[in-house]
């Protein structure tokens, strides 16, 4: 059974990223904590913590679009985020009140533990020390944000064809800031916005890519139908997703990968037999949390290509993370193995996959091991 984390409000405040830190896990979000978010839209506080606050509620609102955050949606990664209510008919504990919010979050954390069962694997995130020591106090097990926070795993190892390029971030910062200025200059003149048109000292600000995004988006204010162009974007997008979480910036990684599906989903309209580019938009759906759609996106691609080679790789990464389904993990892994074996170019790919297989088999053995125990 997958772990349960609930999360504080002060974590969520230092960093909105933390509700897309714990791969695998169940999240829940307190309801009450939404409370103390919205309280912050009006409160005399420092300006940063209003941002963070603002960071945190856009990002719920992305993934909300996904289903219902109270039922649980799902989160790249593999994981799930819900938000739970907190049940005033709930008997609590003596020391417990409803009269303070960090009352109602322990009490939230406790309630989970009991509908979750006798077996229960919750977590209470928080930064606040009293909390801490009286959530322990309770029996519920309890740990400041940043103690068994895991990379995203997506981002580790879902593949793509081709070598994307990198500029350094602090350079990256400031192009990006240049290509929002331009895209503003173009969308409050009537005519179209040539590059060319900027200073140099701003034109060399901006990537090659950023340069071709610009123009791609002139391409297709006059033909929206333009598939060079809509690839175009779609690509932009995708390089965008792995920049945003090379510097750690989560919270841009939904909306980005959003944008990119739509690009893509214009484009193959206009070229469906191009498997690389759907390849490449089942990679963005599982990085928005949209495992399902992912798997059958890869499924698209396979039914034309079956020897697709990034297409059955991700599809592993989709069943282990997403679904995970270790048997159809394992099986996709030794596909993609046979594939590259004896390929000079996808031996990056075949170390990957054998690496993967390893770990999965390992994981097979430890499950099959304890079913045993219990039978016997």
């Given at each position: 059974?997958?772990?349960?984390?609930?999360?504080?409000?002060?974590?969520?405040?230092?960093?909105?990223?933390?509700?897309?830190?714990?791969?695998?896990?169940?999240?829940?979000?307190?309801?009450?904590?939404?409370?103390?978010?919205?309280?912050?839209?009006?409160?005399?506080?420092?300006?940063?913590?209003?941002?963070?606050?603002?960071?945190?509620?856009?990002?719920?609102?992305?993934?909300?679009?996904?289903?219902?955050?109270?039922?649980?949606?799902?989160?790249?990664?593999?994981?799930?985020?819900?938000?739970?209510?907190?049940?005033?008919?709930?008997?609590?504990?003596?020391?417990?009140?409803?009269?303070?919010?960090?009352?109602?979050?322990?009490?939230?954390?406790?309630?989970?533990?009991?509908?979750?069962?006798?077996?229960?694997?919750?977590?209470?995130?928080?930064?606040?020390?009293?909390?801490?020591?009286?959530?322990?106090?309770?029996?519920?097990?309890?740990?400041?944000?940043?103690?068994?926070?895991?990379?995203?795993?997506?981002?580790?190892?879902?593949?793509?064809?081709?070598?994307?390029?990198?500029?350094?971030?602090?350079?990256?910062?400031?192009?990006?800031?240049?290509?929002?200025?331009?895209?503003?200059?173009?969308?409050?003149?009537?005519?179209?916005?040539?590059?060319?048109?900027?200073?140099?000292?701003?034109?060399?600000?901006?990537?090659?890519?950023?340069?071709?995004?610009?123009?791609?988006?002139?391409?297709?204010?006059?033909?929206?139908?333009?598939?060079?162009?809509?690839?175009?974007?779609?690509?932009?997008?995708?390089?965008?997703?792995?920049?945003?979480?090379?510097?750690?910036?989560?919270?841009?990684v939904i909306p980005l990968s959003k944008a990119?599906?739509?690009?893509?989903?214009?484009?193959?309209?206009?070229?469906?037999?191009?498997?690389?580019?759907?390849?490449?938009?089942?990679?963005?759906?599982?990085?928005?949390?949209?495992?399902?759609?992912?798997?059958?996106?890869?499924?698209?691609?396979?039914?034309?290509?079956?020897?697709?080679?990034?297409?059955?790789?991700?599809?592993?990464?989709?069943?282990?993370?997403?679904?995970?389904?270790?048997?159809?993990?394992?099986?996709?892994?030794?596909?993609?193995?046979?594939?590259?074996?004896?390929?000079?170019?996808?031996?990056?790919?075949?170390?990957?996959?054998?690496?993967?297989?390893?770990?999965?088999?390992?994981?097979?053995?430890?499950?099959?091991?304890?079913?045993?125990?219990?039978?016997?």
């Open positions: 059974m997958s772990r349960i984390v609930v999360l504080d409000t002060n974590v969520l405040l230092a960093d909105p990223n933390s509700v897309l830190s714990y791969p695998r896990d169940e999240v829940v979000i307190p309801e009450t904590v939404l409370g103390e978010l919205d309280k912050l839209k009006t409160a005399r506080v420092d300006p940063d913590l209003r941002f963070r606050g603002r960071e945190v509620s856009r990002m719920l609102f992305e993934l909300s679009e996904e289903g219902s955050l109270i039922d649980g949606v799902d989160i790249p990664d593999g994981g799930r985020l819900r938000v739970v209510p907190f049940d005033p008919d709930m008997k609590l504990p003596d020391g417990i009140t409803t009269r303070n919010s960090d009352d109602k979050i322990i009490a939230t954390a406790m309630q989970v533990c009991s509908l979750a069962g006798p077996d229960c694997d919750v977590l209470l995130v928080t930064n606040d020390l009293n909390m801490l020591l009286k959530a322990q106090t309770l029996g519920v097990t309890v740990a400041r944000y940043g103690e068994g926070v895991e990379g995203g795993f997506a981002k580790r190892y879902i593949i793509r064809p081709f070598q994307r390029y990198r500029v350094p971030l602090g350079i990256l910062a400031i192009a990006l800031a240049v290509f929002v200025a331009v895209i503003v200059l173009t969308m409050t003149n009537k005519t179209a916005f040539d590059t060319t048109q900027l200073p140099t000292q701003y034109r060399e600000l901006l990537t090659t890519k950023q340069i071709a995004a610009f123009e791609a988006l002139g391409a297709l204010d006059k033909y929206p139908n333009n598939r060079e162009a809509l690839l175009t974007m779609g690509d932009f997008y995708y390089d965008a997703v792995g920049n945003a979480q090379a510097s750690g910036d989560q919270a841009t990119g599906i739509r690009y893509y989903a214009a484009y193959l309209k206009e070229l469906p037999s191009d498997n690389d580019a759907r390849a490449d938009m089942a990679s963005l759906l599982f990085y928005s949390g949209q495992t399902d759609p992912a798997i059958r996106a890869v499924g698209q691609v396979l039914a034309s290509d079956p020897n697709h080679v990034n297409a059955n790789y991700n599809l592993g990464i989709f069943y282990l993370q997403g679904r995970r389904d270790l048997k159809a993990a394992a099986d996709q892994m030794r596909k993609v193995k046979t594939l590259t074996e004896n390929d000079p170019n996808g031996h990056t790919v075949f170390q990957q996959a054998s690496l993967l297989l390893q770990q999965i088999e390992t994981q097979l053995g430890t499950s099959a091991e304890t079913t045993q125990g219990v039978i016997q």
